[in-house]
C-alpha cells in the first residue's frame, strides 16, 4: 500500500513525456491519411521556394552547370531600367486600380445588403460573373471593344463626336487606363462578394438603434459599418497587394510579354516571365521573385499595422 501511495503522488511533471516518433508510431493511421498533402508541398511547394533562393546568386541557363556569383544578380537587379519601370507601372496600375474596386466593391454590398433592394441574388451572380470568366475570353473581348477602327468605344465615341482613342499606338498613354479598365470589371465583384458577407455579419440590432436615434445612411455607414468592416477591408487590403504585385494574366492578353509601346504596360510579373523563361535567366529572374516578395510582405506588414488595432472596443 505505500509503494502504490507513493507513486501515485509522484508529480505528473516528472513522468516520462511519450516521444514524437512513439507518438507517430502510435497514431501512424492518421499520419498515413495526411502524409500526401505534406509530400506534395514539399515536392512542389517547399523545395521550389528553398532552391528559387540558393538560384538567386547564381547564373542558370537551364542547361549548364549553374555558377556561383552571389549579390551580382541583385546589384544587376537595382541597376536594371526595365525593372524599375514595370514596378513603377505595376504600382500606378494596383494603386489606381484598387481605389475604385475596393471603395467601389464596399459601396455596392452596402446597397445590395439594404433590406430596400430585391433580387440580391441576381445582382450577387452579376457582379461575381466576370471573376469566374476565362482571363484569355475576358481580354478577346475587351480587345475587341478597344479596336481602333471598329471598336466598340471608338464607335461611340465618333457618334459622340469625340475623336477615337488609339489605345494601343501613340506613346502608349492610354494602356495603363485600358488595363486598369478590364481589371476592375474582372475583380470589382469579388470584393464586392467578400464585403458583402462581412456586412452581414453585423448585428442588424445596431442599424436598428441608431435608425431609432435619428442616425442618417452617411453616419451609418462611416460610424458603424466601416469600424465593424475593418478586419474584412485588412483582409481584402492584403488579397489587394499580393493581386496587384502580381498582375500578369490581362496586361499580357492585352499588350503582349513586353508591355506595348514603350513598355507602358509591362508589369513586374511579366517582366519577371520574360527574364526567366524567354531569355532563360533563372537566377536573375529568382532574385527579382525575392524582391517582389519582400515588398509585398512589407506593405501587408504595413496594412496589418495600420489596420490591425480596432477600435471598435468598448
Given amino acids: 500500500m505505500s509503494q502504490l501511495a507513493t507513486a501515485d503522488a509522484t508529480p505528473l511533471t516528472t513522468r516520462r513525456k511519450p516521444s514524437l516518433w512513439r507518438e507517430m508510431q502510435r497514431n501512424w493511421v492518421a499520419y498515413a491519411y495526411i502524409s500526401p498533402f505534406f509530400i506534395l508541398f514539399a515536392i512542389f511547394g517547399a523545395f521550389p521556394i528553398l532552391y528559387s533562393f540558393v538560384l538567386s546568386f547564381q547564373q542558370w541557363n537551364g542547361i549548364s552547370a549553374a555558377q556561383w556569383i552571389g549579390l551580382e544578380n541583385y546589384v544587376r537587379l537595382f541597376e536594371d531600367r526595365l525593372f524599375w519601370l ?16 475596393l471603395g467601389g466593391a464596399m459601396v455596392l454590398a452596402f446597397i445590395i445588403n439594404s433590406a430596400a433592394v430585391r433580387f440580391k441574388h441576381f445582382y450577387r451572380s452579376a457582379y461575381f460573373l466576370p471573376v469566374v470568366t476565362s ?19 471608338n464607335w461611340l465615341l465618333t457618334t459622340l463626336g469625340m475623336s477615337p482613342v488609339d489605345w494601343w499606338g501613340g506613346s502608349g498613354e492610354w494602356i495603363k487606363p485600358a488595363i486598369i479598365i478590364l481589371f476592375v470589371w474582372r ?22 438603434v441608431a435608425a431609432i436615434d435619428g442616425a442618417n445612411l452617411s453616419q451609418v455607414f462611416f460610424r458603424i459599418t466601416l469600424p465593424l468592416m475593418r478586419p474584412i477591408i485588412l483582409f481584402t ?7 496587384a504585385m502580381t498582375l500578369f494574366d490581362e496586361p499580357y ?4 510579354v513586353t508591355g506595348g509601346t514603350n513598355n507602358a504596360g509591362l508589369t513586374i510579373a511579366m517582366y519577371l516571365y520574360d527574364r ?30 495600420f489596420f490591425g488595432s480596432s477600435n471598435t472596443e468598448a
Fill in 86 to 101: 514595370a514596378m513603377w507601372n505595376t504600382i500606378f496600375i494596383g494603386v489606381i486600380a484598387h481605389i475604385p474596386i
Fill in 135 to 153: 482571363p484569355v475570353a475576358v481580354s478577346l473581348v475587351f480587345s475587341t471593344l478597344y479596336g481602333v477602327r471598329f471598336g466598340l468605344i
Fill in 187 to 208: 475583380w470589382l465583384g469579388w470584393n464586392m462578394i467578400i464585403y458583402l458577407a462581412g456586412l452581414q455579419g453585423i448585428n442588424p440590432e445596431l442599424y436598428e
Fill in 237 to 243: 487590403l492584403v488579397l489587394s497587394t499580393v493581386g
Fill in 253 to 256: 492578353l492585352l499588350v503582349g
Fill in 276 to 305: 526567366g523563361f524567354k531569355f532563360a535567366h533563372f537566377g536573375y529572374a529568382s532574385a527579382m521573385a525575392y524582391v517582389v516578395s519582400a515588398i509585398i510582405v512589407a506593405v501587408s506588414v504595413l496594412n496589418i499595422r
